[in-house]
């Protein structure tokens, strides 16, 4: 059995999980990150924000996302943080609005919330496109 939970301020091994880049896949995503989340000790409050932010990014990228892509979501727990990255492709090139009313719940939510977007990548097809975040654990 593997220990999600990191030790020594050591960051655990990441959890990954690759998905559709569609709406019908969130409740997986949703599911792991509660799940790896209350295995580690945070609030249920914490629970129910992180579950939430990284619901927001997921919609985000699944709303520009290049047809037949994925989202690859990487999660990373330490002692007193958790690090949340997805990858996805956008169909068309452009960060997420951060004037938006899902930005505004992302800054809210996480301790820092950051996106950014590759070059044209021909092979695939779309923008490589990124959104990472963390979350600090027991912040008042």
Request: net charge negative.
């Amino acid at each position: 059995m593997i220990n999600i939970s990191a030790e020594e301020g050591l960051y655990s091994t990441p959890v990954e999980i690759r998905v559709a880049a569609a709406v019908t896949q969130l409740p997986i995503v949703r599911g792991l990150a509660e799940t790896l989340v209350l295995l580690s000790d945070f609030t249920l409050d914490e629970v129910a924000d992180i579950r939430l932010a990284v619901d927001e990014v997921c919609s985000t990228l699944i709303a520009v996302a290049a047809p037949d892509s994925f989202l690859q979501c990487r999660f990373t727990v330490g002692e007193k943080e958790l690090r949340v990255r997805v990858d996805g492709l956008a169909g068309t090139e452009g960060l997420p609005d951060q004037r938006s009313f899902g930005w505004h719940v992302l800054r809210t939510l996480t301790d820092a919330v950051e996106a950014t977007q590759g070059a044209y990548d021909a092979a695939a097809s779309g923008y490589p496109t990124t959104v990472e975040f963390r979350r600090v654990r027991g912040k008042a």
